[in-house]
């Protein structure tokens, strides 16, 4: 089973929005999905329960609020897929990024809070300085989640600023390079 953590230290980034996007996405292309809901505030199951493409008995919604990342998910084998949603003060364990069958996904929006966009950068590029100490290859990607500007030019100086800033931290090679619209 993949299992799909998404994570960020900065509310208001959306990574309940695309938690639940992604897991309701998943299961519309026929894929078993398992939606874990850690964020403490269950707006992800809440919206889950009410989609009818996820509702039945392929999908799970799971609420764990602050509870800690499992370290194996008893009934795994009858599901495809884990989307894991967190929330802000949420610490995913350093081996998450590391362990096979595992990925990260690291939502930031660059145009409203450049401090946001710094703890995040800095918050990831300590989790990615685990990876140094072991033998595989870290399977995160920094998303970035942002309002498109009504001016293609106006793009170009949003995707400078990510960049520097992921570059400055050494990890401007897990930028995805698909953005996403608020």
């Known amino acids: 089973m993949l299992k799909i953590v998404v994570n960020a230290t900065k509310g208001g980034v959306g990574k309940t929005t695309i938690a639940t996007n992604l897991a309701l996405l998943l299961a519309q292309q026929g894929w078993r999905v398992w939606a874990l809901d ?83 950068a800095q918050e990831t590029a300590t989790l990615l300085n685990y990876s140094l100490f072991t033998d595989t290859a870290p399977k995160l990607r920094l998303v970035v989640n942002h309002r498109f500007p009504a001016k293609v030019a106006a793009y170009a100086p949003l995707q400078a600023k990510v960049r520097d800033r992921l570059h400055a931290h050494a990890i401007d090679g897990f930028l995805s390079p698909h953005w996403l619209p608020l």
Do not use: H
């Open 38 to 120: 850690l964020a403490g505030r269950s707006k992800m199951a809440q919206c889950l329960a009410t989609a009818s493409d996820f509702v039945g008995d392929r999908n799970r919604i799971e609420i764990r609020e602050t509870e800690p990342l499992p370290e194996s998910f008893a009934g795994a084998q009858d599901f495809d897929i884990l989307i894991a949603d967190t929330d802000d003060y949420y610490k995913v364990p350093a081996a998450v990024v590391t362990r096979r069958g595992w990925r990260l996904l690291v939502p930031v929006v660059p145009q409203y809070d450049d401090l946001g966009l710094e703890d995040i």
